[in-house]
């Protein structure tokens, strides 16, 4: 296993490409117990008219099938944006071992900033959780995308 830093790297990597694509810069990684890579995704919502396109879904879903198993036991998922209500609940779904995310999402962020989703009693599941890492770089990428959509509209 490597640092949280080197996978939130290549999280990153995967953000860069939704951004590139015209998708809202998100990325997220899906590491074994072994830290192995084993899903990826990019946030993909408008080029695949699917409103579940989010990187944590699209990451999770690779890594099923890597593991011909939709329980991810021991595996790490790092994305770059704290995670919506969907994908909070599919990483419960997959029974994660943890979640670390980069920056904090004020409006709709399911694991600090509206809610502590995750630390529910009533699941039968429970992840260990960071946040923070490289947020400065998530954050950049956000505000360089959403300026950059302003100035189109105006
Ligand atoms: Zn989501």
């Not at 296993?1 to 810069?25: C, I, K, T």
């Not at 998922?77 to 919506?84: A, Y």
């Not at 709709?108 to 400065?136: D, I, R, T």
């Amino acid at each position: 296993m490597r640092s949280d830093e080197y996978y939130m790297y290549r999280a990153l990597d995967q953000a860069h490409l939704a951004a590139a694509a015209g998708e809202v810069p998100v990325g997220a990684v899906v590491v074994d117990a072994q830290g192995e890579i084993i899903g990826e995704g990019c946030n993909a919502a408008i080029a695949n008219c699917d409103p579940s396109g989010h990187a944590e879904i699209r990451a999770l879903r690779e890594a099923g099938k890597h593991q011909s198993n939709y329980r991810l036991d021991g595996c790490t998922l790092f994305v770059t944006l704290e995670p919506c209500m969907m994908c909070s609940g599919a990483m419960i779904h997959a029974r994660l071992a943890r979640l670390v995310y980069g920056a904090a999402e004020p409006r709709a962020g399911m694991v600090e900033s509206k809610a502590n989703l995750l630390a529910q009693p009533w699941f039968n599941h429970q992840l260990a959780v960071s946040g923070g890492v490289l947020a400065p770089a998530s954050q950049k990428l956000l505000k360089r995308f959403f300026a950059a959509k302003r100035d189109a509209v105006n």
